[in-house]
C-alpha cells in the first residue's frame, strides 16, 4: 500500500512566521502536489512536482513555496504566515501525471495549519 | 468560477437504499473523471473513475455514470452502509498537455442504520 505521511496533524503558528510543512511518500512516485482544503471549495492545488528539484504553481501558490531534494519527500513553506492561511493541507502523491490509469492521487491525513 | 460544482452540500440516506451524488462540470475539455471518499481526520481516497470514451464503469457497490452532453456525472452506491457515511468528492482531469485536476466542493453522506 502506498503510504504517504505528513509530518504533524495539528499546528498552530503566529501570523508572520516561516512554516514548514513536511510530506514523505514510500512508493517512488514521481509526482507529488499539496492542496489546501476550505469547507466549500473542496480542494485546491497549491503546487506540485513532478520530479527532483521540479516544481509548477497549481491554482493558489501565492504566499506559499515548495521544495523538492528527494524524491520521497516533498515540503510546503509558508514564507510568512497569515490569518488567511489557516486550512488543512494535504499532501499526495501519484504515479503518473494527466489523464487515465495510475493517475489517481494518494493522499496523506493532513496537517490542520492555525494562524493566530 | 467553480469548474467542478457539487450543489448538495450533504445527503442523507436509509442503510440498505441506494445513495446518489451528483456532480456537474463546465469545462468540456475535462475528459478523466475520479470520485474519491474522504473520513474525519483522514486524507482522500480514491474510489471509482470514469473516461470520456465511457458512460458508465462499475466497481462492487459503486457505479459512476457519465453523461457528457449535460457534463454531468452521479456516483451511485447500492446498497448503501453506514461505513459509508464520508464526504465524497468529484475530481475532473483534462488530457490536453500538463496536469490539471480540478476538485469539487464535496458532498457529506449520512447513511442512517
Known amino acids: 500500500d502506498v503510504k504517504v505521511t505528513q509530518s504533524s496533524r495539528y499546528l498552530v503558528k503566529r501570523t508572520g512566521e516561516k512554516v514548514f510543512l513536511e510530506c514523505v511518500q514510500d512508493m517512488d512516485h514521481e509526482n507529488m502536489f499539496w492542496y489546501r482544503q476550505d469547507p466549500g471549495l473542496g480542494l485546491r492545488l497549491i503546487y506540485f512536482?513532478?520530479?527532483?528539484?521540479?516544481?509548477e504553481k497549481g491554482d493558489i501558490p501565492e504566499g506559499y513555496s515548495v521544495s523538492r531534494e528527494k524524491k520521497e519527500r516533498f515540503s510546503l513553506i509558508l514564507e510568512s504566515a497569515s490569518t488567511n492561511q489557516t486550512s488543512m493541507y494535504l499532501c499526495?502523491?501519484?504515479?503518473?501525471?494527466?489523464?487515465?490509469?495510475?493517475?489517481?492521487?494518494?493522499f496523506g491525513q493532513g496537517t490542520r495549519l492555525t494562524v493566530v | 468560477d467553480q469548474q467542478v460544482k457539487q450543489n448538495s452540500p450533504s445527503l442523507s440516506v436509509q442503510e440498505g437504499r441506494i445513495s446518489i451524488l451528483n456532480c456537474d462540470y463546465t469545462?468540456?475539455?475535462?475528459?478523466?473523471f475520479l470520485w474519491y471518499k474522504k473520513y474525519p481526520a483522514e486524507g482522500p481516497t480514491f474510489l471509482i473513475s470514469?473516461?470520456?470514451?465511457?458512460d458508465k464503469n462499475e466497481d462492487g457497490r459503486f457505479t459512476v455514470f457519465l453523461n457528457k452532453s449535460a457534463k454531468h456525472l452521479s456516483l451511485h452506491i447500492v446498497p448503501s452502509q453506514p461505513g459509508d457515511s464520508a464526504v465524497y468528492f468529484c475530481?475532473?482531469?483534462?488530457?490536453?498537455?500538463?496536469?490539471?485536476?480540478?476538485f469539487g466542493a464535496g458532498t457529506r453522506l449520512f447513511v442512517k442504520a
Open positions: 512536482s513532478y520530479d527532483v528539484k521540479m516544481k
Open positions: 469545462n468540456s475539455m475535462f475528459d478523466y
Open positions: 475530481a475532473a482531469s483534462a488530457n490536453t498537455g500538463g496536469f490539471k485536476t480540478i
Open positions: 470514469i473516461s470520456s470514451i465511457k
Open positions: 499526495a502523491s501519484s504515479l503518473t501525471l494527466g489523464w487515465g490509469r495510475n493517475t489517481e492521487a494518494f
